[in-house]
T-cell receptor, first 117, second 110 residues
Framework: NAGVMQNPRHLVRRRGQEARLRCSPMKGHSHVYWYRQLPEEGLKFMVYLQKENIIDESGMPKERFSAEFPKEGPSILRIQQVVRGDSAAYFC???????????????FGPGTRLTVL | DAKTTQPNSMESNEEEPVHLPCNHSTISGTDYIHWYRQLPSQGPEYVIHGLTSNVNNRMASLAIAEDRKSSTLILHRATLRDAAVYYCTHGPPGAQKLVFGQGTRLTINP
């Protein structure tokens, strides 16, 4: 039973390039969350998606960042025109249902470590 | 958003019990308490959650204060593999996001 998968595990981009981070949730999970962890800092929520819908994007920067979770395929976090401050670990999590048994357990992937040169 | 207070760091010895405290004085009546941990260079890992009663699973136990304003994660026999940053948080049923504080960095001595 494969866990949450993220790729690439490491990504290097130059300033101004685009970064695409992929997340495949656990089998049967239809809820995906993205978190960012800046160096030496805690985890910060970015966005919560269900299939084809963005449910909560309150943690997403207003510009250059977007996320999608299409009907088929992985969830994508896209960062346009990357800057050095985007260097961080980006974690994806998935969960099975929305409050069906009171609360959702989120299962995290190994993360993508983005380095912007 | 959830606000929790945890010690920045704790240290324990291998095979001894570890009690990790968390204050969550702003918790509301329906919030669940969640604990996650993050091993070095890995993604966070679910540990345990609870609402009012104490909870046990294969990884740990969760002791919840009667007023629910604090909780304690208990590792019964720490191993070197338990060295990690431990985060507690709380949120309403079916919460869409987890709000993490700085967590407690647990060091286990051989």
């Amino acid at each position: 039973n494969a866990g949450v998968m993220q790729n690439p595990r490491h990504l290097v981009r130059r300033r101004g390039q685009e970064a695409r981070l992929r997340c495949s949730p656990m089998k049967g999970h239809s809820h995906v969350y993205w978190y960012r962890q800046l160096p030496e800092e805690g985890l910060k929520f970015m966005v919560y998606l269900q299939k084809e819908n963005i449910i909560d994007e309150s943690g997403m920067p207003k510009e250059r960042f977007s996320a999608e979770f299409p009907k088929e395929g992985p969830s994508i976090l896209r960062i346009q025109q990357v800057v050095r401050g985007d260097s961080a670990a980006y974690f994806c999590a998935s969960s099975l249902s929305f409050g069906r048994e009171g609360t959702d357990t989120q299962y995290f992937g190994p993360g993508t470590r983005l380095t912007v040169l | 958003d959830a606000k929790t207070t945890q010690p920045n760091s704790m240290e324990s010895n291998e095979e001894e019990p570890v009690h990790l405290p968390c204050n969550h004085s702003t918790i509301s009546g329906t919030d669940y308490i969640h604990w996650y941990r993050q091993l070095p260079s890995q993604g966070p890992e679910y540990v345990i959650h609870g609402l009012t009663s104490n909870v046990n699973n294969r990884m740990a136990s969760l002791a919840i204060a009667e007023d629910r304003k604090s909780s304690t994660l208990i590792l019964h026999r720490a191993t070197l593999r338990d060295a990690a940053v431990y985060y507690c948080t709380h949120g309403p049923p079916g919460a869409q996001k987890l709000v993490f504080g700085q967590g407690t960095r647990l060091t286990i001595n051989p």
